[in-house]
């Protein structure tokens, strides 16, 4: 008997012993503070954990993860909730008080600099094609027949801008993007741009070289040229303008600044379609200058 209580008080103390809380430190920090301009009602983050939304009486607050703000989007005064879906361009909106709850599509244009950049189609276009590349990106060479063949499908209506995007881990995507610099100086770029994409693969230093020999460029001052810092630099801008217009990969496709999402035939030119409409809707409602 004497035993068993032994046993029974042992394996109580082992019960109590095992749920104890266990002693550990927390440590703490707010990297970063969003100062508004309002209370907040309630924030949500998109899936990608790119933005986040900041819902205030009356609009939404569109924050980078920089914590840089980037779009205001008007909602009524009476949305109190809001939560992100599987989709980056909807949200949805709870009222409480309506006893609603909405989905919002809502598309951010972003205003991306082309100034310098390799180009074609007119210059005064009213649909603009940004597409952000990568000399060494499988998808970018698929994608590149159906970007250039727009601006053929369209005549003056259509202007395609490219800019460089190089991925760190492809390794020789940096060095193709100043070789295609150095032809755009002797206004060859979209003939290496063709070439590259077409007989690239898999992409070499020699392969590079023998590419600028092959389109007619002046290797003498081929080589003056990729050694220019000013290449380096305008591939760094263009990649810093990548991340302020939320790339995060490639290609990414911006038509008049709003992100093409479907990259399919159909709905890429079904994009430049509407762009186009909303285009002449915009020359219609502008106002006439006085004469």
């Not at 074609?120 to 603009?128: E, I, L, N, Q, Y």
């Not at 990729?226 to 038509?255: E, M, N, S, Y």
């Not at 809707?281 to 004469?291: C, I, L, N, V």
């Amino acid at each position: 008997m004497k035993n068993k209580k032994s046993a029974l008080v042992t394996l109580a103390s082992l019960i109590l012993f095992s749920i104890a809380p266990a002693h550990a430190s927390v440590e703490v920090s707010i990297p970063k503070t969003f100062r508004l301009e309002k209370a907040p009602l309630d924030v949500a983050v998109s899936r990608d954990g790119r933005k986040i939304f900041v819902l205030t009486a009356g609009e939404i607050l569109v924050y980078t993860d920089r914590g840089r703000l980037d779009e205001r989007i008007p909602v009524g005064k009476d949305i109190d909730g809001i939560e992100t879906t599987k989709k980056q361009n909807l949200l949805y909106l709870k009222s409480t008080a309506e006893k609603t709850v909405q989905i919002l599509r809502f598309d951010i244009i972003k205003e991306i600099s082309t100034v310098g950049s390799p180009a074609k189609g007119p210059s005064d276009a009213p649909v603009v094609i940004v597409a952000f590349s990568d000399f060494q990106c499988p998808y970018c060479a698929k994608i590149a027949t159906l970007l250039e063949g727009a601006v053929e499908d369209y005549p003056g209506e259509v202007r395609l801008v490219f800019k460089h995007y190089p991925l760190r881990y492809h390794k020789l995507a940096h060095k193709a993007a100043i070789a295609s610099l150095a032809a755009h100086r002797q206004e060859k770029f979209w003939a290496f741009h063709d070439m590259i994409f077409q007989e690239g693969t898999p992409l070499t230093a020699k392969k590079i070289r023998e590419i600028a020999g092959k389109i007619g460029l002046d290797m003498d001052r081929f080589d003056k040229d990729i050694k220019d810092p000013a290449l380096a630099a305008q591939i760094k801008q263009d990649k810093k303008d990548g991340v302020d217009a939320g790339v995060t990969g490639t290609p990414t496709i911006f038509i008049n600044g709003r992100q093409v999402r479907k990259r399919s035939f159909e709905d890429f030119y079904n994009a430049i379609d509407r762009a186009l409409k909303q285009s002449k809707r915009s020359k219609k409602s502008a106002p006439e200058k006085e004469k």
